[in-house]
């Protein structure tokens, strides 16, 4: 079974860091681009940042450019998201999700996310 | 950045009711387009992508049809169990984009 567990997610204030983790399993992790979709509670889907499946490749929304990295740790089968001088409109529940195998353009299994509040 | 618009934003509907979302790209995407479901508290579904290709293990009373610019889910035969809220998804260029969504309510 796939499954995909976020953590990390904490009330941090403004100016902050935070690193996000997403222990990936039930799947050959390496072989999978993978992706950070944000969501404010309420709300739509915000696509932050996705990584090839080496890690070679990264990209970034605007919003996020300079401030947040993605990574992709293959050996440990974990994805990240560091992330910097958060911003009150970065908060929002983060899921990972992993790319369609052979499309990877959607994003075929999530998990349930973790929740990031910047407040001071 | 490629921007899409789903109609309506919401709509109630009964069991065994066609419902049908639209979802308009502001520029062509070819057939680059995916549907999701959300239920409250839940991670995102994948239903549909390459605009009509069903994923595996999604019923068969989803469909999804279009290409360029305007894309339609339907639903045939509206369950209880499809009552949620649903978004459209570009795959064609970064940054990836979503609909707004559209929530599918009991009538």
């Known amino acids: 079974e796939v499954q995909l567990l976020e953590s990390g997610g904490a009330l941090v204030q403004p100016g902050g860091s935070l690193t996000l983790s997403c222990a990936a399993s039930?799947?050959?992790?390496?072989?999978?681009?993978m992706t950070w979709v944000r969501q404010v509670p309420g709300k739509g889907l915000d696509w932050v940042s996705s990584i090839t499946k080496t890690g070679a490749t990264t990209y970034y929304a605007d919003s996020v450019k300079g401030r947040f990295t993605i990574s992709k740790d293959n050996s440990k089968n974990t994805l990240y998201l560091y992330m910097n001088s958060l911003r009150a409109e970065d908060t929002a529940v983060y899921h990972c999700?992993?790319?369609?195998?052979?499309?990877?353009?959607?994003?075929?299994?999530w998990g349930q996310g973790t929740l990031v509040s910047v407040s001071s | 950045d490629i921007q899409l618009t789903q109609s309506p934003s919401s709509v109630s509907a009964s069991v065994g009711d066609r419902v049908t979302i639209t979802c308009r790209a502001s520029?062509?995407?070819?057939?680059?387009l995916g549907w999701y479901q959300q239920k409250p508290g839940k991670a995102p579904k994948l239903l549909i992508f390459?605009?009509?290709t069903l994923q595996s293990g999604v019923p068969s009373r989803f469909s999804g049809s279009g290409s360029g610019t305007d894309f339609t889910l339907t639903i045939s035969s509206l369950q209880p169990e499809d009552f949620a809220t649903y978004y459209c998804q570009q795959g064609t260029a970064f940054p990836r984009t979503f609909g707004r969504g559209t929530k599918v309510e009991i009538k």
């Open positions: 390459y605009a009509s």
């Open positions: 520029q062509g995407i070819s057939r680059f």
């Open positions: 999700a992993r790319d369609l195998l052979a499309s990877p353009f959607w994003f075929d299994e």
């Open positions: 039930g799947f050959t992790f390496s072989t999978y681009d």
